[in-house]
Protein backbone atom coordinates (compact mmCIF):
# COMPACT_ATOMS: atom_id res chain seq x y z
CA UNK A 1 0.00 0.00 0.00
CA UNK A 2 2.57 2.62 1.04
CA UNK A 3 4.62 1.77 -2.42
CA UNK A 4 1.90 2.74 -4.52
CA UNK A 5 0.54 5.81 -2.56
CA UNK A 6 4.97 6.74 -2.93
CA UNK A 7 4.91 5.86 -6.87
CA UNK A 8 0.98 8.25 -7.09
CA UNK A 9 2.74 10.58 -5.20
CA UNK A 10 5.99 10.73 -6.91
CA UNK A 11 3.41 11.15 -10.44
CA UNK A 12 1.63 13.69 -9.29
CA UNK A 13 4.83 15.76 -8.64
CA UNK A 14 6.67 15.11 -12.12
CA UNK A 15 3.49 16.53 -13.49
CA UNK A 16 3.11 19.74 -11.12
CA UNK A 17 6.80 20.53 -12.01
CA UNK A 18 6.36 19.99 -15.58
CA UNK A 19 3.69 22.32 -15.90
CA UNK A 20 5.88 24.97 -14.25
CA UNK A 21 8.79 24.73 -16.95
CA UNK A 22 6.47 25.10 -19.59
CA UNK A 23 4.69 28.31 -18.31
CA UNK A 24 8.19 29.70 -17.60
CA UNK A 25 9.10 28.76 -21.01
CA UNK A 26 6.14 30.80 -22.99
CA UNK A 27 6.63 33.62 -20.36
CA UNK A 28 9.91 34.31 -20.88
CA UNK A 29 9.30 34.10 -24.94
CA UNK A 30 6.55 36.72 -24.52
CA UNK A 31 9.29 39.04 -22.61
CA UNK A 32 11.51 38.60 -25.08
CA UNK A 33 9.00 39.45 -27.86
CA UNK A 34 7.91 42.48 -26.16
CA UNK A 35 11.15 43.65 -25.99
CA UNK A 36 12.36 43.16 -29.63
CA UNK A 37 15.34 40.46 -28.06
CA UNK A 38 14.41 37.38 -30.24
CA UNK A 39 16.69 36.11 -33.18
CA UNK A 40 15.09 37.18 -36.26
CA UNK A 41 14.24 33.94 -37.12
CA UNK A 42 11.84 33.87 -34.46
CA UNK A 43 10.03 36.89 -34.73
CA UNK A 44 7.02 36.94 -36.54
CA UNK A 45 7.34 39.65 -39.32
CA UNK A 46 10.78 38.65 -40.58
CA UNK A 47 9.05 35.02 -40.99
CA UNK A 48 8.26 35.14 -44.98
CA UNK A 49 11.72 36.67 -45.47
CA UNK A 50 13.54 33.69 -44.21
CA UNK A 51 11.55 31.49 -45.46
CA UNK A 52 13.28 28.76 -47.96
CA UNK A 53 10.85 29.49 -50.79
CA UNK A 54 11.42 33.33 -50.58
CA UNK A 55 15.22 32.61 -50.06
CA UNK A 56 15.55 31.05 -53.53
CA UNK A 57 13.28 33.28 -55.12
CA UNK A 58 15.76 36.26 -54.40
CA UNK A 59 19.24 33.66 -55.39
CA UNK A 60 17.43 33.19 -58.94
CA UNK A 61 16.27 36.57 -59.86
CA UNK A 62 19.72 37.50 -58.58
CA UNK A 63 21.23 35.52 -60.94
CA UNK A 64 18.38 36.86 -63.90
CA UNK A 65 19.44 40.05 -63.77
CA UNK A 66 23.28 40.34 -62.43
CA UNK A 67 25.32 38.76 -65.43
CA UNK A 68 28.56 37.05 -64.57
CA UNK A 69 31.63 39.50 -65.37
Known sequence: ??????????IILALILSGCATKKKARDYNEKRGLMLLENT??????????TKYQKTLRNNYKKFHKKR
Open 1 to 10: MKRTAYIILL
Open 42 to 51: QLGRNKHYNS
